[in-house]
């Protein structure tokens, strides 16, 4: 459909954004025959891109300027002023909770979040020899849904230190979790997959929830075209949405909403688009020259580890071997093989009390305690919660995912014919808080993204006891037999803490889950959304995605 086409008709409702949140919503709402709903997408849709729909290929389109904003940090001053990579889905899909009513947010919680994604999922059965095999328990419809859009499953084939992760796990008292999606998540698990093994192929927002629904006359989807800014009603008090202004193809473009416009344009470009509409801190807004309408104050973190393992161990380090690369192809046609699931969804969850010791555990209880006591009344509530999180022997405060390869974000050069083992090592709840604002009044400009990693050095302390437990579990059990020898960090850089801190000072990164930038929080914690999910200071304006404050594991 071209700009012109498009902005001839009125909807009922504009989302802005065709990601995993904004079209399932979409498809939700339209629905009713009677209801009509627009979606603006900058990224472009193709159905047909291996890359995208080949499990084991995920993550190849990384930095790919066709799917991914490939946005940077600015500077990170607590980590050696690196700018640190920041992926996001640009295409018709996008980058595809915990009880939150503690911070002001009622009805939001597990039961309730529960009932959703069930409706929100078809769950393959998981075949008696695997589950055995790697201690997976089938799944329990108490917890998965069997009818939804999004199909999801456990793995075809499976890391090929599966089982060695585990058993070593389990010496350092890690148990076994087999049943993860209980809302008990601590422990070694497999995790569930959005990939249809039945075809080999991811499931995901564009194939699950809009494609099965292009039919309908009142889902009308524009793509290639980004969302410059909301429009208002003039003088409306609260602001009334009339619809958005959109760039395409060089021309900007409005079209008008008769009912609400949704934001679902992600973590970095939802708080974008606010900003350039006129609503947030008017001191930002000022120094870019755009009128204040309404003033409106207000990622997990790793490292990895790389080892070299026995060569007998079946790797993604294939892909570098064009013959058995070739073999891996024809695998693919026949549902099996590495590139018929994905890759990285075996984990290990810790508590603080597995890789801290019980004076480390003091020392960060006392110092967190003084954070609060001079914390503002939002950051206070979180700062209590997470401080409970990580006291508690059952919260889960650091994750472990094994990588059955060469890390190759690492800026290493694998050698030729050798397998690899990787670990990303995460601090699940950093204490850390950064910022998402405009750079300029420029909407295709990149947004000025400030993780702030480090900000608060306990985190810096937590991850590297996280990355010594690491290491030590790659000299425990059978996981430690695989390995040949330590790549990164080096000797040198494993010398002292000191030197490990700047290894993870140089090398830390995201685990691409940005979240809280229109913080779903009282108006007065410094929140931009309402339970409702409506922004404060208007009368139809909601924000669909990006709410959640607070780190969630």
């Not at 389109?61 to 001053?77: C, E, R, T």
């Not at 050696?80 to 595809?96: E, Y």
Request: aromatic letters at 10%; proline letters at 7%.
């Amino acid at each position: 459909m071209t700009a012109e086409k498009f902005t001839s008709k009125t909807f009922d409702y504009i989302i802005a954004g065709g990601g995993t949140a904004g079209l399932a919503l979409a498809a939700r709402l339209s629905e009713d025959p009677t209801v009509s709903v627009g979606v603006i997408e900058a990224g472009d849709w193709d159905p047909n891109v291996d890359a995208i729909n080949i499990p084991g290929l995920c993550g190849t389109i990384l930095g790919n300027p066709k799917y991914d904003w490939a946005f940077m940090s600015v500077p990170q001053k607590h980590a050696n002023n690196r700018r640190v990579f920041q992926p996001r889905g640009k295409a018709l899909g996008g980058s595809s909770m915990v009880t939150i009513e503690a911070l002001g947010n009622p009805g939001w919680n597990w039961q309730e979040f529960l009932k959703y994604m069930k409706k929100s999922e078809t769950t393959l059965p998981l075949s008696p020899d695997i589950g055995k095999a790697y201690t997976i328990q089938s799944p329990d419809p108490k917890w998965h849904g069997d009818s939804g859009p999004i199909v999801k499953g456990y793995p075809t084939y499976f890391n090929a230190l599966h089982v060695q992760f585990l058993e070593s796990l389990k010496i350092l008292g890690i148990p076994v979790n087999p049943e993860p999606n209980n809302g008990y998540t601590m422990g070694s698990t497999m995790a569930f997959a959005a990939v249809d093994s039945r075809k080999a192929i991811r499931s995901y927002s564009a194939n699950a929830y809009y494609e099965p629904n292009t039919g309908r006359e009142n889902l009308v989807v524009l793509t290639g075209s980004l969302v410059s800014r909301i429009t208002f009603r003039p003088s409306s008090s609260p602001l009334v949405a009339t619809g958005v202004d959109f760039v395409n193809d060089g021309n900007t473009h409005h079209v008008a909403a008769r009912k609400e416009v949704i934001l679902c344009a992600g973590t970095f470009q939802t708080p974008q688009i606010l900003e350039l509409s006129g609503i947030g801190n008017e001191e930002i807004l000022k120094r870019h020259e755009i009128e204040t309408l309404f003033n409106l104050p207000g990622d997990h973190v790793y490292v990895h580890t790389i080892h070299e393992i026995d060569p007998k161990y079946e790797t993604i380090d294939f892909a570098r071997d064009p013959e058995e690369a070739a073999r891996q192809q024809e695998l693919y046609k026949v549902q099996q093989g590495y590139l018929s699931s994905a890759l990285a969804i075996l984990f290990g969850f810790l508590p603080a009390k597995a890789f801290t010791t019980d004076e480390e555990l003091k020392a960060w209880e006392k110092k967190v305690s003084e954070a609060i006591d001079s914390a503002s009344s939002g950051m206070k509530k979180q700062l209590q919660l997470q401080a409970k999180w990580f006291l508690d022997p059952e919260s889960a405060e650091a994750e472990l995912l094994p990588f059955p390869g060469f890390f190759l974000p690492s800026g290493l050069t694998p050698a030729e014919k050798t397998r690899y083992s990787s670990m990303v090592s995460t601090l699940l709840h950093p204490l850390s808080r950064g910022s998402v604002h405009v750079a300029s009044a420029d909407p295709s400009a990149p947004p000025a993204i400030d993780p702030n990693y480090f900000s608060n050095p306990l985190d810096l302390q937590m991850l590297l006891a996280i990355l010594k437990f690491t290491m030590k579990l790659y000299e425990t059990g059978p996981f430690g037999a695989a390995v040949r020898k330590q790549i990164a960090p080096n000797a040198e850089e494993c010398a002292s803490d000191e030197a490990l801190i700047e290894y993870i000072k140089n090398n830390c990164g995201c685990v691409y889950h940005p979240i809280g930038t229109a913080a779903m929080l009282p108006k007065e914690d410094g929140g931009v959304v309402d339970p409702a999910l409506k922004v404060y200071g208007t009368a139809n304006v909601r924000v669909a995605a990006d709410i959640i404050k607070g780190i969630i594991a």
